[in-house]
């Protein structure tokens, strides 16, 4: 038994160390290319042509000058954030909402209700985006805000719904019940009972929902076609049709359109993890 042990042990950190250099190397692939755009966003023109695979040789800030004044990045970013906040707050709203309905409310047809609200997730957007286009058009919502932040919350209520239902049921039903034989009803026991138990997954879905809308280039593409409201996606586009040359103000913009996104996550990662693992125990 000591033989065999001394034979393995040698073997598992073989085995550990070699996981553990692989986890290395994809890590390093993955951020690679997000370090480059970093470092060539802050080095100067010239550095970037002469060294464009060195890493952070120069520092300069005329390439994101240039970006945010000659790019009209900084409307962009404006326009992002007032398509991404008012949307990502609508499903969060809505699909707690919905969720706690369906986990906790018994009402005739609930599981076909239900059912038909996860249907959403299988039929593609592309199946329906130019129907939606003259329905928004003959609404009046075509090229506004408001019917684009419409858009993007309707997209995303299927997985929310699915996503908080999965939280709430979960919980135990002693809770509404002793709610109940105290006389709160089933407004106060949503907000001030069962809310409280699944902000971790809300904060979760909003995290999820917020990026999902930053980064979405096809709805203001089609639905915001004046450019009076356009946003980082599909300005970082023009923006790169008009500088197919100029690396260093392309990098500044993408890294216009992604720093929100890592700052969200540096801020967010603990709300993360606890919805993470809150959905482990629960699955």
Not at 147 to 173: C, E, K, Q
Not at 249 to 257: C, D, E, R
């Amino acid at each position: 038994m000591t033989v065999t042990r001394n034979t393995m042990a040698p073997r598992r950190r073989a085995f550990l160390t070699g996981k553990h250099l692989l986890l290395v190397v994809l890590s390093f692939l993955m951020l690679f290319p997000v370090i480059l755009t970093i470092s060539t966003a802050l080095k100067t023109d010239e550095d970037v042509r002469v060294n464009p695979f060195g890493l952070f040789s120069s520092f300069s800030l005329e390439n994101i000058v240039t970006a945010w004044t000659e790019g009209n990045f900084s409307d962009y970013v404006l326009n992002s954030f007032l398509l991404s906040v008012p949307s990502t707050v609508l499903v969060v709203v809505l699909s707690t909402m919905a969720g706690y309905t369906f986990a906790r409310l018994p009402f005739p047809g609930r599981s076909i209700a239900f059912y038909l609200v996860v249907l959403g997730l299988l039929v593609p957007f592309f199946t329906y985006m130019i129907p939606l286009y003259f329905q928004l058009r003959g609404m009046g919502l075509l090229d506004t805000l408001l019917g684009s932040n419409l858009v993007l919350a309707t997209i995303g209520l299927s997985f929310g719904t699915f996503f908080m239902r999965a939280f709430f049921s979960d919980l135990p039903t002693e809770l509404e019940q002793a709610a109940r034989m105290d006389g709160a009803s089933e407004w106060q026991i949503f907000v001030k009972i069962m809310l409280p138990l699944v902000k971790s997954g809300g904060w979760t879905l909003a995290v999820f929902t917020f990026l999902q809308n930053w980064n979405n280039f096809l709805v203001p593409l089609l639905y915001l076609p004046s450019g009076d409201y356009r946003p980082l996606t599909t300005g970082l586009y023009l923006f790169l049709g008009g500088r197919s040359i100029d690396i260093g103000p392309l990098a500044a913009g993408t890294l216009i359109t992604i720093l929100p996104v890592i700052v969200l996550f540096i801020a967010a990662q603990r709300r993360l993890a606890e919805g993470f693992l809150s959905g482990a125990v629960k699955g």
